[in-house]
Structure formats: structure tokens, C-alpha cells
């Protein structure tokens, strides 16, 4: 069986506990989250739960059945064969030397990364993309002075029919 990263979309009732429940559903069940974004949504008391995790197509099924089973799950929605938009966010803390000082900013430049703080001997830039631009970013930067990192879970939309 053919195992493959899925985004799975959940909303729930925004409630203590919740997000344990949905996790340790999960792990008791043997089963990885690999990322996990969480917040509410436009109903302050309805969060959504997008997460990934790689399996085969019958694993993600009795994922979903697992889940649905749980009082305060809304809906649960695999989002990996249909139309949706898929992003990651990057914060990088680059550090700013006379010898890398060019290369800094000019993987800035062609890159098209967002700098959201600066001074003399650091930069913080935002890296925001699907999957593969994230993944090309991160090459990129293994050739500069990267200080400290930080990335998102992916975020999910499902595009209207």
C-alpha cells in the first residue's frame, strides 16, 4: 500500500480539551501527526484543525471515522485529492556579517522574501509558500549564516465547487 502525505481539515466545537482529545485519539491509535495548525474560525466558538500525516488511503479512512466519532468534531475533510489552496510560513533569523552581507541580500532580493526586522548584524524574514517553495527556501538558506528557524503547519482551504 502506497503511503502519502494528507490534509485533513477538521472543525470542532472550540472547547477546553478539545485539540487533546483529537491528538490522543490519534497516538493511542499509532497514528502521526506531522503538522498541526490550529485556530478559530470566522464562529469564535467553531476551530479549525488542519493537520498532515502520511498513511494509505485505508489508514486516512479509519483516521476519519476515528475522529468523526469524537463528540465535538464538527466535520473532517481530506483535502489532498481536491481543489484547495495549501501555505507554510517561515520566520528566519539570518545573521549579518561583512562576508555574507550580499549573499544575504541578495537571496532577499531574488527570493522575494518579506523582511520584517533588520539592523547591522541580523535579519528576520518572512518565508511564505506551499510545500515546495518551502522546501527550496530552506536549501537556500543552508548556504547562510540561519541563526534560529521557525515553520508553521501547513494552513488548508478547500476551494468553492
Not at 47 to 64: D, F, L, N
Not at 109 to 125: A, C, E, G, L, P
Amino acid at each position: 500500500m502506497e503511503r502519502k502525505e494528507h490534509i485533513i481539515s477538521i472543525l470542532v466545537h472550540n472547547k477546553p480539551d478539545v485539540l487533546a482529545r483529537v491528538a490522543g485519539t490519534l497516538g493511542g491509535k499509532g497514528y502521526n501527526i506531522d503538522s498541526l495548525c490550529v485556530n478559530t474560525t470566522t464562529q469564535k466558538d467553531i476551530s479549525k484543525i488542519v493537520m498532515t500525516t502520511a498513511g494509505s488511503q485505508s489508514t486516512i479512512t479509519r483516521i476519519e471515522n476515528q475522529l468523526q466519532r469524537l463528540v465535538d468534531v464538527i466535520s473532517v475533510d481530506d483535502l489532498t485529492n481536491v481543489e484547495s489552496v495549501h501555505r507554510e510560513m517561515l520566520l528566519v533569523h539570518l545573521n549579518i556579517s561583512p562576508d555574507n552581507a550580499d549573499m544575504v541580500k541578495n537571496a532577499i532580493d531574488t527570493n522575494r522574501w518579506k523582511v520584517i526586522v533588520t539592523s547591522d548584524t541580523y535579519t528576520i524574514v518572512e518565508i511564505t509558500g506551499d510545500q515546495t517553495q518551502i522546501d527550496f527556501a530552506l536549501a537556500r538558506l543552508e548556504t547562510l549564516d540561519v541563526a534560529d528557524i521557525t515553520r508553521t503547519g501547513l494552513v488548508a482551504l478547500k476551494l468553492d465547487d
